[in-house]
């Protein structure tokens, strides 16, 4: 029996005490804040495609090691050479300024007349196989930012001494031509470099077209080996 009372009183005593823990406001909650910040942030990648094959309409370019390759020259004075298919791409989450500068072709003491173009691109194709067309959007220039680069520029000396080595960059240079179609060849008063405002987030392709020749005497340059940089800088949009 005196079991049993014991029982009881702990059952009374427990329901006692759930009635304090429910006795306050109904439904009563805090709320703690959750914060983050993302800061600023953007990335280059320099690209080169490649035309690989083709069946029909459609088309394969590949990815390669970026580089601008004129190739051969002869070392005939007044050589002139156009080079392409080598792209930027910025990918930014902020607004940012986007500076090209370029270093001529160089052997030692000795350069040759180069200069740069750059140019926004039409877009940027992520899947470069297969592309129905003939060209990766990042490819196909669109509207132009200006010539630039720190060495002197390649004299024009007509079509008879003019070469595009790959038709591959004949077809770009002609629909940079066609964005262009007032200034086609640089001049001696370009700037050694350009810059351009990114006003927003999102990923930017620009393309480079490259303009080498050699001098106009035969031993103002010598035979050898020739190197060059094109570079693409970003910092804080002014």
Partial sequence: MKKIFTLVLI????????SVALAGPNGDSKEIDVTA????YA?????????????LFWTWWKDVPP???????????????????????VETNAPVTVT???????????????????????????????????LPEQLVPCRPIGFFGSGDTPVWTG??????????????????ALAAWDKIWPTNDHPETVSVQLEGKGIYPFQVFGFAGTRDTISGQAAG?????????????V
């Fill in 11 to 18: 059952g009374i005593l427990t329901l006692g005490a759930a």
């Fill in 37 to 40: 910040t993302v800061g600023p």
């Fill in 43 to 55: 990335k280059v990648v320099a690209q080169k495609l490649e035309f690989k094959k083709g069946f």
């Fill in 67 to 89: 580089l601008m390759d004129f190739g051969w020259f002869v070392g005939a004075p007044g050589e002139n050479k156009v080079k392409d298919t080598n792209c930027f791409v």
């Fill in 100 to 134: 090209f500068d370029g270093t001529p072709l160089t052997n030692g003491d000795y350069t040759l007349p180069t200069t740069y173009w750059a140019f926004f691109s039409k877009g940027y194709d992520d899947d470069t196989w297969p592309i129905l067309g003939v």
């Fill in 159 to 176: 079509w008879d001494n003019f070469e595009v080595p790959e038709w591959e960059d004949a077809l770009t240079a002609a629909l940079g």
């Fill in 225 to 237: 080996e020739y190197n060059g940089l094109i570079t693409l800088t970003v910092s804080a949009a």
